[in-house]
């Protein structure tokens, strides 16, 4: 920072130094006065009128510090634009440069800020927790993450001496009628005090309150998104007191949210607000909601403003562990053992910060965005380096100009300031630039996520959020990369650079060194995690889900949401099943339970009677299928059996009579005994009666994701729980899924309906790693780009540096290959410098990236050779250039050069 600017943030000093000498001057004057002989009060008296009143000065002053920083201010911007235009392919590189990283960086900030930082459109964000269950509780539960139950949000609400208002909320999807066909929408589940603790008014009509949410079923209401109302209603007033077949029972429209509230979910954005009251409506078949012990709702409080967190956490403890107490006495408390127990009655509540609401995407999306965050950063921190190595490029090449202007007397700070105007004018010029494309790379980016959920949650819209972001990213790239000329300016003697032979100067080259080393260094960085990620993805790809995905269509029906009775619904399912399994568009079919490859499944813990009792140290992924599901998948059963008739449950029977299960199972809980016969079943308390017989087994496969592999049980599938078909097309998997949807419209018109293929599923299963891939290698090609500029530009700027030394040295009998390898070699201390510093840097920052790779690791030989080798082969190439260009010098000419 030049003396002048450094003092104009100093302005307290300045300000007492200016008080300090006007007092003086006055005390002065008074004295000399008093010794003509005038008494004090008459001395005083002339002074002021002479000097003046101290104030007014002081304002006179000031004014002429800002007007003259202000004038000398834009004087240096002036003269920088002018300097730029004369320089069009200077200023068009710099600017690309810097355009490039704060462009990049701009449009993953905007992600980063959208999933991660964006506090709810709510009253006091800052005031809402997350209330979430640490320990092991007892009981089921359905969901993702931070599941608690419904009478324990109740509950909580009583204890208003830590909270001004609890909620609970789950995300579901329900099916809507509204122009005769079914139409799937997602929704959310919540209690009364939703909106009023959230401090959430309607648009119009009203917003659900805590009358809604007494008695079960009996508040058939439902509020709209106001999104949605403008979308499917023209916001229609009218509206209100419409009623809307949501999973074909009647809800009146009581009200529509207030605009810009999209729930407090940024991944599941809801179209309508349920009341808890009426989830047997949105979840078909659902009865359980005041079930002490199945967890399915998110709980959030809002703390009272005079509560700390940590008070209202500590203060809770005591009434959780009566909470407990009272639910071990509870009818219906199963039998768990010793040292279940003891971990049960050990359990807490704790409170965790939640300004951005719950969301399952942000937890997902977190760790990938802060990734790509990090390599823009790198990005654009390169982007500083070549510029700032262009700009002393530029420096040197005015040496003679600021020498002149020293030796006229300009301050070297005076000089500095005009290089730092230089930069900044650029950054800022760039900042604009990479604005105006950001939108551009925010829509890129938002190609790579889920499209159902990109579509909702996420926006490239600029706002001021980002424009602030962007300005303090110009101003910090605009400072960075003018540091180093702006430091270097006027180091040496004026004798030295007035006497410099020709327009070259020597200045500058070792720092320039030190610039690209690190830009090398960076690159590195960059491109190696990109070849990571490349790896990651293409290791996913080919190590697959473990079967055949080539012509396999998944459907999806739910006649529960179309108000069929189980019974009803089991009928029509297998009907449907038979006449999709006899069209001759489909080779094999299979049902099962929970659908493949979307991140959940059903889970439970087991007992087995093997050699001895044991239970499951962790959940068992678990499904139901029909036979002929293994073989439509083509998994092959490396011992036993299919399922058949037989194996199937008899009316009334709750246990399953045959499971089978797959390698990983029988390597970790029955090890080397034979597994056909083992007895097991689900649940791991002492009650638990293995007496599910093992009839096969299975090849190890992905249930949840490509990445996921664990230890899992199938049992023979009961109509009423066929939600979803596998069906293997003979042919192209589109006429199949246009037979499978005409079949379907012939048994129930309104049946909603959803296809999908397998390979379409993987792909959206590999979305984030498909996004890291993508991105990294972008930004390590343009990483790559920006070193071997930097790379060319020293290079050359040696060559015209020792373009004498090189002519004396052609004269006196050296060859053109050892002036090759003099200038090369400079090349390669800086290429084998920028190694050496970047691979300890990937080791260490390894650990940030490591859970998402699959297959490598960050110090993996096999992903940082090639790294390397492109690397140093591509700065090679660029260094060969102008060593080349050396090698061919004509002797004459050069020893002429002046």
């Not at 008093?34 to 009128?49: M, N, S, V």
């Not at 998104?225 to 229609?236: K, L, R, T």
């Not at 998948?633 to 449950?649: I, M, N, S, W, Y």
């Not at 939600?723 to 005409?742: C, D, K, L, Q």
């Amino acid at each position: 920072m030049t003396p002048r600017l450094l003092n104009w943030f100093r302005r307290g000093r300045l300000e007492t130094d200016l008080e300090r000498e006007l007092r003086y001057h006055r005390d002065r004057r008074i004295a000399d006065f008093i010794a003509a002989g005038l008494p004090e009060r008459e001395a005083q008296r002339r002074a002021a009128l002479e000097i003046g009143g101290i104030p007014q000065i002081q304002e006179e002053v000031r004014d002429v510090w800002l007007t003259r920083w202000l004038r000398d201010l834009l004087y240096d911007l002036r003269f920088s634009a002018r300097s730029y235009l004369r320089t069009p392919a200077f200023s068009v590189t710099a600017v690309l440069s810097f355009a490039l990283g704060i462009g990049a960086t701009t449009a993953i900030y905007s992600l980063v800020d959208q999933v991660i930082f964006h506090s709810l459109p709510v009253r006091e964000p800052q005031r809402l927790v997350l209330i979430d269950w640490k320990g092991d509780p007892v009981g089921g539960g359905f969901g993702t993450w931070n599941l608690m139950s419904y009478p324990l949000c109740r509950e909580l609400q009583t204890q208003d001496r830590f909270f001004e208002g609890v909620l609970c909320r789950a995300a579901t999807t329900v099916n809507v009628t509204t122009a005769g066909e079914p139409r799937p929408v997602a929704a959310e589940i919540v209690s009364g005090a939703y909106f009023s603790v959230l401090g959430v008014g309607p648009s119009l009509g009203r917003v659900l309150g805590t009358g809604d949410d007494e008695t079960p079923g009996a508040s058939p209401v439902v509020v709209l998104n106001h999104d949605y109302w403008q979308e499917h209603f023209a916001g229609d007033p009218a509206v209100i007191g419409r009623r809307l077949l949501v999973n074909q029972h009647s809800l009146t429209v009581v009200g529509v949210a207030a605009p810009g509230f999209r729930g407090i979910d940024v991944g599941e954005v809801p179209e309508l607000w349920i009341p808890a009251s009426m989830s047997a409506v949105a979840i078909p078949g659902f009865d359980d909601m005041l079930n002490h012990r199945l967890r399915w709702m998110q709980i959030l409080g809002r703390l009272r403003a005079d509560v700390t967190l940590q008070q209202a956490q500590a203060g809770l403890l005591p009434w959780f562990k009566s909470v407990l107490e009272e639910d071990s006495r509870r009818p219906g408390f199963p039998p768990i053992t010793p040292a279940r127990r003891r971990r049960f009655f050990a359990s807490s509540l704790t409170l965790t910060p939640a300004p951005q609401g719950h969301s399952v995407f942000r937890r997902t999306l977190s760790e990938p965005l802060w990734v790509l965050f990090a390599a823009t950063t790198l990005l654009l921190f390169l982007a500083c380096l070549n510029v700032a190595g262009l700009l002393l490029a530029r420096g040197s090449a005015r040496a003679r100009e600021i020498s002149t202007r020293l030796a006229l007397g300009a301050s070297r700070g005076r000089v500095g300031r005009q290089l730092f105007a230089d930069s900044l004018m650029l950054a800022v010029f760039s900042g604009a630039l990479g604005v105006a494309l950001a939108p551009l790379a925010m829509r890129a980016l938002i190609a790579f996520l889920p499209r159902e959920v990109a579509a909702n949650a996420l926006t490239p819209a600029v706002n001021w959020r980002l424009l602030l972001f962007a300005a303090l990213v110009s101003l910090a790239s605009g400072l960075l990369s003018g540091l180093a000329p702006a430091l270097h300016a006027g180091r040496k003697s004026l004798v030295a650079d007035l006497g410099q032979r020709g327009n070259i100067a020597a200045g500058g080259v070792q720092l320039r060194k030190i610039l690209v080393i690190a830009q090398i260094a960076f690159s590195m960085v960059l491109v190696i995690g990109a070849m990571l990620f490349v790896r990651t993805l293409n290791g996913l790809l080919a190590k697959g889900p473990g079967f055949h995905t080539a012509n396999l269509v998944s459907c999806r029906l739910e006649p529960r949401s179309n108000g069929y009775s189980p019974a009803d619904a089991g009928r029509l399912l297998r009907r449907i099943y038979d006449q999709i399994q006899a069209s001759p568009a489909v080779q094999s079919m299979a049902a099962v339970r929970f659908v493949f490859l979307t991140g959940g499944s059903w889970n439970n813990a087991m007992t087995i009677q093997a050699n001895e009792r044991i239970t499951s140290e962790e959940d068992v992924q678990l499904n139901a299928v029909t036979p002929g599901f293994f073989s439509a998948f083509g998994l092959r059963l490396v011992a036993g059996r299919d399922f058949q008739p037989g194996d199937f449950r008899a009316p009334g029977e709750e246990t399953y009579r045959s499971a089978i299960v797959n390698e990983a199972f029988v390597k970790r809980y029955i090890k080397d005994r034979n597994p056909l016969g083992v007895r097991v079943c689900l649940g791991a308390g002492p009650d638990a009666r293995p007496e599910t017989k093992i009839i096969g087994v299975v090849e190890n496969f992905n249930y949840r994701s490509l990445r996921d592999e664990a230890e899992q049980a199938f049992f023979p599938i009961s109509d009423p729980d066929m939600g979803w078909f596998y069906v293997r097309a003979r042919g192209a998997p589109e006429e199949t899924a246009r037979a499978i949807r005409g079949i379907v419209r012939n048994a129930d018109p309104a049946l909603p309906i959803t296809l999908r293929t397998v390979d379409d599923q993987v792909s959206r299963s590999l979305s984030t790693e498909r996004m890291l891939a993508a991105l990294s290698t972008a930004f390590g090609t343009l990483a790559l780009f920006l070193s071997l500029v930097g790379l060319y530009g020293v290079m050359s700027f040696v060559v015209t540096r020792r373009t004498r030394e090189i002519g004396i040295r052609i004269a006196l009998g050296a060859t053109g290959r050892s002036a090759l390898w003099l200038i090369l070699r400079e090349a390669v201390f800086m290429i084998a410098a920028g190694a050496a510093f970047a691979i300890p840097c990937v080791a260490a920052l390894g650990h940030l990236v490591e859970s998402q790779l699959f297959g490598v690791t960050p110090t993996t030989p096999s992903a940082i050779a090639p790294a390397i080798l492109l690397l140093a082969a591509a700065s090679i190439t660029a260094a060969y250039i102008p060593a080349w260009r050396a090698a061919r010098l004509n002797p004459t000419a050069a020893l002429r050069l002046d």
